[in-house]
């Protein structure tokens, strides 16, 4: 890419620097990286090619406590790349020369660059994107002004016409390589909050709610003030209508950063769930069965429909509330109003606290209810083949009964509350202004009909408050039951990954000279903690290129030793090292990837997706056409060229549980293609061979002889 208006000397930095580059970018956005060394790019690593710099930069970030995403940068949203994805890096080249640009802001139409020199320059948009453009544009330029000149157009209509030629021709195209910094989903979540601006939105969102509510107030107090002083006229009408319509912008405003609070709130919440979900131990996973997870999966929504959407409503019933005391208390009968309006507030908390006791039996029994309709739905065929069909509905009647009878007190509570607490104010309210106006005569000569009217206009706004308030603390309530159910998958976010250093986690030969492959010393493991130990003084030694069978009897701990040697599992005592590595140096990413396993067929899945997908998904997804035809290359010499030919969509076809049904053999060998695809040290095939026929096993044995470096067989005598 050329472009002369952007001067790469200073604001661009070499590749070799990128570590210095992410430090910068990312204590200047306040990601607060850890304080360690810059590791320097190794040789190994080829930074022009995308397939090395983004494992690199990716280990990068995760060295500095901090997450690189990379984005599809595409020709059509490179205005967005632009303008919006600060803090992040961009890979740019310019007059053959690759740099990073590191993009700290956007501000009146330029993007605020971070340089080596750790000055930030405010360069036009328009340079950049013409920068990262430029390669892309240049053959297409020369047709592209001809045509221009034969339709005669000039000037500025000249560039919207080239740039819209330039939209459909180069519409997906990739401009370069950008990684956005953010915290990691598993960093403390005020930190991502505050990170992602959020402390600002909801100060945001409290002042445009109270300007509005304060601008509602001014327009009736002075039309009433009007009214009770007989000073109705043009003027006053044409002021009020003044005050009603400036409200109308501040409605608009707060609903949208209501909006706003809520879609950033809650991407956030939902990237932090689904990073958790994937820190569960398959234990854990085990333990909960599907149905259990569903149900957390469920409760999640209802924390962030409740809790950022009607809950802000709530909260933002505190400030109404603040502003009803205020008027009452300019009001007759004042402080017998005051008290009221707090001994109703609280029996408001009160009143919500017993809706959400029964709520909290309601979504117990629900979720029970949730669990054991997914689990008759997973062992549905078992169900028919297998139980009489008059214990198919036993204990259902007893299970709607119960969960009616819980829905029944939940509603009666909710119905109380929504008639008794604003209408019930009311009379209140009403019946605390009796003393004073029974002893105004008397006592309080001065009650004019003024104070009365502030009295009255107070009442009717703390109804509409007080409503609100019970509306957002059943709410909020409500979120915190669902929060039980999440908040196991929230803190698994925070579990703490080892992580290795980025040389070792990207170099291809990180290996200790003279080290094996693999080595297990005196390896113990049990799965409970008081259990009995499955594998006991278990040592192993595995040098590459080699090719060993592991057979045993069942229940022998063969699987169980497969998964400590995939790094899926730790062992309880004893060491295992990878290429002389132990886990903790090496990186537990890094250790998956170069020793990958084919579990057995019950704890191996085809995912509902393309067939290609589930070959590659240990790859880059959307694959590359390379990609493609080693994924058929493989899948051919296991035997499965036939099933590719069947499949109307080939590679392309859907699979999984709503597309084609694979048979049991043919699910073992995409299982196999799968590992070898991942170009592993170390593939360990567990049992893979089960549910082939003597010869598509002879087939698939030779496939995996040749493809594999080194190879560990899980299998019988
Ligand atoms: N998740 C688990 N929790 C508790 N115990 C387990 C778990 N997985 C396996 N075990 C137990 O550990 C022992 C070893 O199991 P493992 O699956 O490793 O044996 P295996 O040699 O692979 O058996 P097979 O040849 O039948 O597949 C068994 O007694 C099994 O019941």
Same mark, same amino acid.
């Given at each position: 890419?050329?472009?002369?208006?952007?001067?790469?000397?200073r604001?661009?930095?070499p590749?070799?620097q990128?570590g210095a580059?992410?430090?910068?970018?990312?204590k200047?956005?306040?990601l607060?990286?850890?304080?360690?060394a810059i590791?320097?790019?190794?040789?190994?690593v080829?930074?022009?090619?995308?397939?090395?710099?983004?494992?690199?930069?990716?280990?990068?970030?995760?060295?500095f406590g901090i997450e690189a995403?990379?984005?599809?940068?595409a020709y059509?949203?490179?205005?967005?790349?632009i303008r919006g994805l600060?803090?992040?890096?961009?890979?740019i080249?310019?007059?053959?020369?690759?740099?990073?640009? =590191?993009l700290? &802001?956007?501000?009146?139409?330029?993007? !605020? $660059?971070?340089?080596?020199?750790?000055? *930030?320059?405010? @360069? +036009?948009?328009?340079?950049i994107r013409?920068?990262?453009?430029?390669?892309l544009?240049?053959?297409?330029?020369?047709?592209?002004?001809?045509?221009?000149?034969?339709?005669?157009?000039r000037?500025?209509?000249?560039?919207r016409?080239?740039?819209a030629?330039?939209s459909?021709l180069?519409g997906?195209?990739?401009?370069g390589?950008?990684?956005?910094?953010?915290?990691?989903?598993?960093a403390p979540f005020?930190?991502?909050?505050?990170?992602?601006?959020?402390?600002?939105?909801a100060a945001?969102?409290?002042?445009?709610?109270t300007?509005?509510?304060?601008?509602?107030?001014?327009s009736?107090?002075?039309?009433?003030?009007? =009214?009770?002083? &007989?000073?109705?006229?043009?003027g006053? !009408? $044409?002021?009020?209508?003044?005050l009603f *319509?400036t409200? @109308? +912008?501040?409605r608009?405003l707060e609903?949208?950063?209501q909006g706003?609070?809520?879609?950033?709130?809650?991407g956030?919440?939902?990237?932090?769930l689904?990073?958790?979900?994937?820190?569960?131990?398959?234990?854990?996973?085990?333990?909960e069965?599907?149905?259990?997870?569903?149900g957390?999966v469920i409760?999640?929504?209802?924390?962030?429909?409740?809790?950022?959407?009607?809950?802000?409503?709530g909260l933002?019933?505190?400030?109404?509330?603040?502003?009803?005391?205020?008027?009452?208390?300019k009001g007759?009968?004042?402080?017998?109003?005051?008290?009221?309006l707090?001994?109703?507030s609280?029996l408001?908390?009160?009143m919500?606290?017993?809706?959400?006791?029964r709520?909290?039996?309601w979504?117990?029994?629900?979720l029970a209810?949730?669990?054991?309709?997914?689990e008759?739905?997973?062992?549905?065929?078992?169900?028919?083949?297998?139980?009489?069909?008059?214990?198919?509905?036993?204990?259902?009647?007893?299970?709607?009964?119960?969960?009616?009878?819980?829905?029944?007190?939940?509603?009666?509570s909710?119905?109380?509350?929504?008639?008794l607490l604003p209408?019930?104010?009311?009379?209140?309210?009403?019946?605390?202004?009796v003393?004073?106006?029974?002893?105004a005569?008397?006592s309080a000569?001065?009650?004019?009909?003024?104070?009365?009217?502030?009295a009255?206009g107070?009442?009717l706004?703390?109804?509409?408050?007080?409503g609100?308030?019970a509306?957002?603390?059943?709410?909020l309530?409500?979120?915190?039951?669902?929060?039980?159910?999440?908040a196991?998958?929230?803190d698994?976010?925070?579990r703490?990954?080892?992580?290795?250093s980025?040389?070792?986690?990207c170099?291809?030969?990180?290996?200790l000279?003279?080290?094996?492959?693999?080595?297990?010393?005196?390896?113990?493991?049990?799965?409970?903690?008081?259990?009995?130990?499955?594998?006991?003084g278990?040592?192993?030694?595995?040098?590459?290129?080699?090719?060993?069978?592991?057979e045993g009897?069942?229940?022998?701990?063969?699987?169980?030793?497969?998964?400590?040697l995939?790094g899926?599992?730790?062992?309880?005592t004893?060491?295992?090292?990878?290429?002389g590595?132990?886990?903790?140096?090496l990186?537990?990413?890094?250790w998956?990837?170069?020793?990958?396993?084919a579990?057995?067929?019950?704890?191996?899945?085809?995912?509902s997706g393309?067939?290609?997908?589930?070959l590659?998904?240990?790859?880059?997804?959307?694959?590359?056409?390379?990609?493609?035809?080693?994924?058929?290359?493989?899948?051919r010499e296991?035997?499965?060229?036939?099933l590719l030919?069947?499949?109307?969509?080939?590679?392309?076809?859907?699979?999984?549980?709503?597309?084609w049904q694979?048979?049991?053999?043919?699910?073992?060998?995409?299982?196999?293609?799968?590992?070898l695809?991942?170009?592993?040290?170390l593939v360990i095939?567990?049992?893979?061979?089960?549910?082939?026929?003597?010869?598509?096993?002879?087939?698939?044995?030779?496939?995996v002889d040749?493809?594999a470096r080194?190879?560990?067989?899980?299998?019988h005598?």
């Open positions: 890419m050329s472009g002369a208006g952007l001067d790469l000397e604001s661009g930095w590749l070799e990128a580059a992410m430090l910068a970018l990312s200047r956005a306040g607060a990286p850890r304080p360690v590791p320097s790019l190794p040789e190994a080829d930074a022009r090619q995308e397939t090395q710099l983004g494992p690199w930069m990716e280990s990068l970030a995760s060295w995403e990379r984005i599809d940068s059509s949203s490179v205005e967005h790349l600060a803090p992040a890096l961009v890979r080249t310019q007059g053959g020369r690759t740099s990073l640009l =590191a700290a &802001g956007f501000r009146a139409g330029r993007v !605020l $660059l971070l340089g080596p020199d750790l000055e *930030v320059r405010a @360069v +036009p948009a328009r340079e013409a920068a990262l453009c430029a390669e544009e240049a053959p297409h330029a020369a047709k592209i002004d001809a045509m221009l000149d034969m339709a005669g157009l000037s500025r209509r000249r560039e016409a080239k740039l030629i330039l459909r180069l997906r195209a990739n401009v390589d950008c990684w956005i910094l953010r915290l990691p989903p598993g005020f930190a991502q909050l505050r990170a992602a601006g959020l402390g600002g939105k945001a969102l409290a002042l445009v709610h300007a509005q509510y304060v601008l509602n107030l001014a009736w107090a002075m039309l009433g003030q009007g =009214a009770l002083q &007989g000073r109705i006229d043009m006053l !009408l $044409l002021a009020w209508a003044l *319509v409200q @109308v +912008p501040f608009v609903s949208r950063a706003l609070f809520a879609i950033d709130a809650g956030l919440l939902k990237r932090r689904l990073h958790g979900a994937l820190r569960l131990a398959p234990e854990e996973i085990r333990a069965g599907a149905g259990g997870l569903l957390r409760e999640s929504e209802a924390v962030e429909s409740l809790a950022l959407g009607s809950g802000i409503g933002i019933a505190i400030v109404e509330l603040a502003v009803c005391a205020f008027v009452l208390s007759a009968g004042a402080a017998t109003e005051l008290v009221l707090a001994l109703w609280l408001s908390v009160f919500v606290r017993t809706f959400l006791e709520s909290r039996d979504t117990a029994t629900r209810m949730t669990n054991d309709l997914v008759r739905i997973v062992g549905h065929r078992t169900r028919l083949a297998q139980q009489a069909p008059e214990n198919w509905h036993r204990g259902e009647n007893e299970a709607v009964s119960e969960y009616i009878a819980h829905s029944e007190r939940m509603d009666a909710a119905a109380r509350i929504a008639a209408s019930g104010w009311l009379v209140v309210a009403m019946l605390g202004l003393p004073t106006l029974l002893s005569p008397a000569p001065s009650l004019s009909s003024g104070s009365l009217a502030i009255l107070g009442i706004l703390a109804s509409g408050a007080l609100r308030l509306g957002g603390l059943t709410s309530g409500g979120a915190l039951i669902a929060w039980k159910q999440v196991p998958l929230f698994a976010a925070a703490i990954e080892l992580t290795a980025p040389d070792l986690a170099s291809a030969s990180s290996e000279p003279g080290s094996a492959l693999l080595e297990a010393r005196d390896v113990t493991f049990r799965y409970r903690e008081r259990g009995e130990s499955v594998l006991r278990c040592t192993l030694r595995m040098e590459a290129g080699e090719r060993i069978l592991l009897g069942s229940g022998g701990g063969k699987s169980t030793l497969g998964a400590l995939a899926l599992r730790s062992p309880e004893g060491l295992l090292l990878l290429h590595l132990d886990r903790s140096t990186g537990a990413e890094a998956r990837r170069r020793v990958v396993a579990p057995q067929f019950h704890e191996n899945h085809v995912l393309m067939f290609a997908f589930n590659l998904m240990g790859r880059v997804w959307p694959p590359s056409q390379e990609d493609l035809e080693e994924a058929e290359a493989i899948c296991l035997g499965l060229g036939a030919e069947r499949m109307p969509g080939g590679l392309m076809q859907m699979v999984g549980e709503t597309g694979l048979s049991h053999g043919e699910k073992s060998r995409v299982y196999i293609a799968r590992a695809l991942q170009n592993a040290d095939l567990d049992e893979s061979f089960g549910a082939l026929d003597p010869e598509t096993m002879r087939k698939a044995m030779r496939c040749q493809r080194a190879l560990l067989v899980i299998a005598p």
